[in-house]
């Protein structure tokens, strides 16, 4: 495999005495070019801090994550990050296509001109051609979250770090947006990692996931999605191997079996 992402022995204690609060025990596990990874793991287990960790936003207390061989000290050029919550991570002053040509600025030999093209063009690959010149507050959540996904894409960054970006939008629009995303990571060919605490969804999306387990969080189990790259929230959900990395997965959480040992299904 292509490693892209190398996290090893990561740990994080936020606090110090008796305030100390050990959220990650010693995290380890790789990302390959190509691969979509979902994380999962009870809620509060630090998905968040770990991801954040991935994206050089958050320190670590030990352990060492790297990006294409590199230690990660800080956010490395050609890693984005889509966050929740669409309403703060994207600039109320810009427009929706301005907001997407700001995902460019660390992209270097382009223009104003190409970047606001390429931002026309990620627009478009997220559904959304004609809203280029109207503000994200003008659109719905889902338009906005579609809005902060093309700023993920158009930065042109090997990995894609998603961290529960569909939590806030509704049932219907979520499974709308698992297929976008899954449509985009194909055709870009786009190395994702999807932090997530919804079990179906990190199977759906996924062709690997890394389940985790509750405080101080170590790696519980990663489990092989062998359903191939393309999904359907009909046939895929229904197909029995789905069904059974669900009920692996989901057994797993509810149990939330302490610190073993990580193997690979
Ligand atoms: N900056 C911080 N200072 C102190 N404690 C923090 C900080 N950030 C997070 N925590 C605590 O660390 C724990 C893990 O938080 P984190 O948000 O990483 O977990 P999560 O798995 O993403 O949570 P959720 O399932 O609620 O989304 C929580 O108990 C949280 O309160």
């Known amino acids: 495999m292509d490693v892209v992402l190398n996290a ?7 606090g110090k005495g008796i305030d100390a609060l050990e959220v990650l025990g010693g995290v380890s596990f790789t990302v390959g070019r190509g691969e979509f990874v979902s994380i999962v793991g009870p809620s509060g287990c630090g998905k968040t801090t770990l991801l954040f960790a991935m994206a050089g936003l958050q320190a670590l207390t030990s352990g060492t994550v790297t990006f294409n061989g590199r230690v990660v000290t800080a956010p490395p050029r050609g890693v984005a990050v889509v966050f929740q919550d669409y309403s703060r991570s994207l600039f109320p002053w810009k427009n929706n296509r301005d907001n ?8 270097e030999g382009l223009s104003s001109a190409q970047k606001r093209d390429k931002a026309q063009d990620m627009l478009e690959a997220v559904g959304l051609s004609g809203f ?3 503000y994200p ?3 719905s959540g889902g338009m906005q979250q579609r809005v902060a996904i093309a700023r993920g894409l158009a930065s042109q960054s090997e990995l894609l770090l998603l961290d529960e970006p569909l939590a806030a939008v509704d049932a219907q629009t979520r499974a709308d947006m698992q297929d976008l995303l899954l449509d985009l990571a194909m055709r870009f060919k786009q190395t994702c990692v999807l932090v997530t605490h919804d079990v ?3 199977v759906y999306m996924a062709d690997r996931v890394v389940v985790l387990t509750r405080r101080p969080t170590v790696v519980d189990h990663e489990i092989v999605i062998d359903l191939g790259k ?5 046939t895929t959900r229904e197909d029995a191997r789905f069904l ?5 997965v989901m057994t797993s959480i509810r149990t939330m079996r302490c610190a073993a040992p990580a193997k690979v299904a």
């Open 8 to 14: 090893q022995g990561l740990t994080k204690t936020y």
């Open 137 to 139: 507050w003008q659109l």
């Open 100 to 107: 997407v040509a700001f995902g460019m600025a660390r992209v």
């Open 132 to 134: 280029g010149d109207r």
């Open 244 to 248: 059974a990395a669900r009920h692996d």
């Open 230 to 234: 393309k999904r359907d929230q009909i």
């Open 200 to 202: 179906e969804e990190a």
